[in-house]
Nanobody, 116 residues
Framework: QVQLVESGGGLVQAGGSLRLSCAAS????????MGWYRQAPGKQRELVAM???????NYADSVKGRFSISRDNAKNTVYLQMNSLKPEDTAVYYC??????????WGQGTQVTVSS
């Protein structure tokens, strides 16, 4: 079993910044992928950014240049620094960990609201 605890969401004005954190605990193997997804009302959940344990990173085109994902492998924690936030970034943000042996686990989600 794996548990993911997210923090850092909130309300911010357009142009502002937020930093999300997600700490994983339980059965964690050294080779894994951790990432952030988001789901806005009435829309499908979409990838925001992901980072593998060996350093490979991918971003959604909509957040490139504004968001930055990072990891602390010793703490099994992934971060998402979000700058220049826009109202269209408003969504529930979910953390996910993927491990080949144990599958995928999701966090409970944290609300990010960007006011115009």
């Amino acid at each position: 079993q794996v548990q993911l605890v997210e923090s850092g969401g909130g309300l911010v004005q357009a142009g502002g910044s937020l930093r999300l954190s997600c700490a994983a605990s339980g059965t964690i193997v050294s080779t894994n992928t951790m990432g952030w997804y988001r789901q806005a009302p009435g829309k499908q959940r979409e990838l925001v950014a992901m980072a593998t344990s060996n350093g490979r990173i991918n971003y959604a085109d909509s957040v490139k240049g504004r968001f930055s994902i990072s990891r602390d492998n010793a703490k099994n924690t992934v971060y998402l620094q979000m700058n220049s936030l826009k109202p269209e970034d408003t969504a529930v943000y979910y953390c996910k960990i993927s491990q080949a042996i144990f599958g995928d686990y999701w966090g409970q989600g944290t609300q990010v609201t960007v006011s115009s």
